[in-house]
């Protein structure tokens, strides 16, 4: 079955950057994009970027500039990388599948951006 | 950049009923809006997509309605376990994907 599932750090120190991965299962990274969505406690939602199939992107521009997405089709793997953290990008961050919109979501994984 | 408006953040209804959680989006965007359910500590759930279409093993009592800029997610016969916040999306624009800001659904 279609599984997605995000690791992470769990903690960020401030000014610093983040690594995260989406390890999926049940489907290929050839023939699906994958997106980024975050969600800060206690409030929504926001979409960051998708990588496409044939290894396209497509950022949120409100955060291009500190977003970089990449993936490895062999390992079935999404990256995730976001600079220059704050305690504003304090969230859970969660893949998702793409078809039409978002089918498949992984479980998320928290970032706290903390000294 | 398209807004996603969700003018009603908190609903309340009983078991059996039906309700109906409202979107309207700041302009046209066709059909190209889905709807999420998020029960409280889980991760979203995509009900609804292209405004109508029932993704795989999404309930009948889930039905989505509209186009251009109003859209409808209607819970017929609603359970207790429909107790979640309630997200419409549109991704016919750029930015792509816009998030409403949710709806929570109170079962009485």
């Known amino acids: 079955q279609v599984q997605l599932k995000e690791s992470g750090p769990g903690l960020v120190a401030p000014s610093q950057s983040l690594s995260i991965t989406c390890t999926i299962s049940?489907?290929?990274?050839?023939?699906?994009?994958v997106h980024w969505v975050r969600q800060p406690p206690g409030k929504g939602l926001e979409w960051l970027v998708v990588i496409w199939s044939d290894g396209s992107t497509t950022y949120n521009s409100a955060l291009k500039s500190r977003l970089s997405i990449s993936k490895d089709n062999s390992k079935s793997q999404v990256f995730l990388k976001m600079n220059s953290l704050q305690t504003d990008d304090t969230a859970m961050y969660y893949c998702?599948?793409?078809?039409?919109?978002?089918?498949?979501w992984g479980q998320g994984t928290s970032v706290t951006v903390s000294s | 950049d398209i807004v996603m408006t969700q003018s009603q953040k908190f609903m309340s209804t009983s078991v059996g009923d039906r309700v109906s959680v409202t979107c309207k989006a700041s302009?046209?965007?066709?059909?190209?809006v889905a709807w999420y359910q998020q029960k409280p500590g889980q991760s979203p759930k995509a009900l609804i997509y292209?405004?109508?279409y029932r993704y795989s093993g999404v309930p009948d009592r889930f039905t989505g309605s509209g186009s251009g800029t109003d859209f409808t997610l209607t819970i017929s016969n609603v359970q207790s376990e429909d107790l979640a916040e309630y997200f419409c999306q549109q991704y016919n624009s750029y930015p792509l994907f816009t998030f409403g800001s949710g709806t929570k659904l109170e079962i009485k």
């Open positions: 292209s405004a109508s």
């Open positions: 998702a599948r793409h078809y039409y919109a978002m089918d498949y």
């Open positions: 302009q046209n965007v066709g059909t190209n």
């Open positions: 049940g489907f290929s990274l050839t023939s699906y994009g």
